[in-house]
């Protein structure tokens, strides 16, 4: 779907806001994270990813944020999660994420890092 992944610039980071189920099939939101991974190559600012719109999250999501996760560090890129539900959570907690990348309660303590 078009709104699964959108991207912006907001004061000298870039933000994901993710919203509805996202999957990894869907070529339209792999190519959002690759346009948004190239434009930062050189900036290296931190990836700031909003979680406040998911309805839901299967494996093809995770897949989708292993994916962001993968090519962020390939580039040097940091990347924070934020406003992440309780279902959410537990996808994430049984996917292993916590382990990889902070998880933040709100977009004020994710800029903070």
Request: hydrophobic share 40%.
């Amino acid at each position: 779907m078009a709104d699964e992944v959108q991207t912006s610039k907001e004061d000298g980071m870039y933000m994901v806001r993710l919203s509805g189920r996202p999957d990894v099939a869907s070529d339209e939101a792999k190519s959002t994270i690759d346009g948004l991974l190239g434009e930062n190559s050189s900036e290296k600012l931190p990836v700031l990813v909003d979680f406040s719109q998911i309805t839901g999250m299967n494996s093809s999501g995770v897949g989708l944020l292993f994916y962001l996760l993968t090519e962020s560090e390939k580039r040097g890129v940091p990347v924070r999660f934020f406003r992440v539900n309780d279902l959410t959570q537990k996808v994430l907690t049984v996917a292993g994420m916590e382990d990889i990348v902070a998880i933040y309660p709100d977009e004020a303590a994710a800029r903070a890092g």
